[in-house]
Each structure stands twice: as C-alpha cells, then as structure tokens.
Nanobody
Framework: QVQLVESGGGSVQAGGSLRLSCAAS????????MAWFRQAPGKVRQFVAA????????HYADSLPGRFTVSRDNAKNTVSLQMNSLKPEDTAVYYC?????????????????????WGQGTQVTVSS
C-alpha cells in the first residue's frame, strides 16, 4: 500500500506563490508516477502535473505553461508542486496521487481513474 499526505495549502492573493508537498510512504517503486490533480467546486478532477518517482521525467497540463513546477526528493520521500503567478481560477483542492499503471509521457497519466492511491487533499484559495 501507498500512503500520501499533502500539506502546504492556504490562501494567497493573485500573483502570489505557494508550495505544496506530498509525503509518501509504503510500497513505492521507481516505476510509480506521482501526480498532482485539482478539483474546484462543481468541476471534475483536473490533471496538473506528474513526475516519475524513479527519474526526472515530468508531464504538465497544457493549460499551465511555466507557472507550476513538480519535483521530488526521494531522500525525504516527498513530491512537491511549486505554484507561481497564481490566479483566482487556480482555487481548488489539490490532491497528490500515485499510480503504477501509467507511463509518465502517456495520455492516461492525465486520467484520475488510472491512479490507485490518493491523499486527502489540501485547499488552495487565490483571491483577486
């Protein structure tokens, strides 16, 4: 089993930055893809970014060019999401997820149905 715990959410004004962290534990393998998703009220869960646990390959949503950066620290067993130039439309609950069933560069990486392990989520609120 894999356990994921997010932290770092909060409230920020538009243009500000936040850094989310996901502490991972359990049976995590180098083949795992670690991803961030977000879900705003009344909307479907949306893919944000992903990184391979055993490498540096990353994958981002097309709608977030350059504003968000995903990284991992295997020594600390954490995956982070640095979010800059935040906009009110970035307001959502952000979830960390893990999958051993997708390839980092494949389209299925963006589908939340392909992830078996989820954190509880952390709220990010961006005010204008």
């Amino acid at each position: 089993q894999v356990q994921l715990v997010e932290s770092g959410g909060g409230s920020v004004q538009a243009g500000g930055s936040l850094r989310l962290s996901c502490a991972a534990s359990g049976r995590i393998f180098t083949s795992h893809v670690m991803a961030w998703f977000r879900q705003a009220p009344g909307k479907v869960r949306q893919f944000v970014a992903a990184i391979k646990w055993g490498g540096c390959d990353t994958h981002y949503a097309d709608s977030l060019p350059g504003r968000f950066t995903v990284s991992r620290d295997n020594a600390k067993n954490t995956v982070s999401l640095q979010m800059n130039s935040l906009k009110p439309e970035d307001t959502a609950v952000y979830y960390c997820a893990a999958s051993n069933r997708v390839l980092i560069t494949s389209t299925p990486t963006r589908d939340p149905r392909n992830y078996d392990h989820w954190g509880q989520g952390t709220q990010v609120t961006v005010s204008s």
